[in-house]
């Protein structure tokens, strides 16, 4: 029904612009899709925080924001006042604006062009400019060029990768650089916790975070599937981290 809807009222809006000059019906369409971008405006215990949604996609997570991952939610409302969270696979940053708008110092990560422009404005529509930062980076156990293979690549899609995805459409060049080395060649701030969601090279990154884990990391919040669900538990384990019980699709590690 949306999607039938939306094509009428499409269509009406390419009829009601016929008769002008092509630039100026290009300009009128393009200023009618700025103004019906759609602004999800969600309660929070943060305050009220404004999400823009450039894509029906993007409006996946915030129309779900508290019910999809309470455990997400709970864990960023615990998280103390010194916490420098890293948003691994932020997509359009909505959990960034949420622990920034808590007070945390946020370094929010999305390799997808389109959804880390959708980051960037969500950020600049909660007044956090210099509150927290964002990054169009893939992480990866050692720096490099990457190509994050994507479904589409519009704002706000998930299930992409650097080392490829099966049915992809579309790649895009990005730039990949580890954790360990983004911290002592870039001086960025260290992390003291993680949230980590990047569909399926979690250990690479955590591998190329491995300094920073033994050093400053104090929780991993990560969501694993397949053989990962093994792999990362133990690769935590050998660096002091254990998994704190708790339902939900992401899973805590705590060191000590």
């Not at 730039?175 to 250990?203: C, Y």
Request: overall charge neutral.
């Amino acid at each position: 029904m949306s999607r039938r809807l939306a094509r009428t009222l499409f269509r009406i809006a390419r009829l009601a612009t016929a008769p002008l000059r092509p630039a100026r019906r290009a300009s009128t369409l393009a200023l009618l899709h700025e103004a019906t971008l759609q602004r999800v405006e969600l309660p929070s215990s943060a305050g009220p925080l404004t999400i823009v949604c450039g894509s029906n996609r993007a409006l996946h997570d915030p129309c779900g924001f508290g019910r999809d991952e309470p455990e997400t939610v709970a864990w960023i409302e615990s998280l103390p006042a010194d916490a420098v969270l890293w948003d691994i696979g932020a997509n359009i940053g909505l959990y960034t604006v949420f622990a920034a708008k808590r007070g945390l110092r946020v370094l929010g990560f999305e390799p997808s062009a389109q959804s880390f422009a959708a980051m960037q404005r969500n950020l600049e529509a909660n007044g956090l400019d210099g509150v927290a930062e964002a990054y169009c980076l893939a992480l990866d156990a050692a720096p490099g060029m990457a190509r994050l293979a994507m479904h589409a690549s519009e704002a706000g899609h998930s299930m992409h990768g650097i080392r490829g995805v099966e049915g992809a459409r579309f790649s895009q060049a990005v730039p990949a650089i580890n954790v360990d080395g983004f911290v002592m060649g870039f001086g960025a701030t260290p992390p003291t916790h993680i949230k980590l969601d990047v569909d399926g090279i979690e250990p690479a990154i955590l591998e190329g975070a491995k300094d920073m884990l033994v050093r400053h990391v104090r929780e991993v919040l990560v969501e694993l599937e397949g053989e990962n669900r093994q792999l990362v538990p133990a690769f935590l384990a050998v660096l002091g981290f254990s998994e704190v019980p708790g339902e939900g699709r992401n899973r805590l590690f705590r060191k000590g």
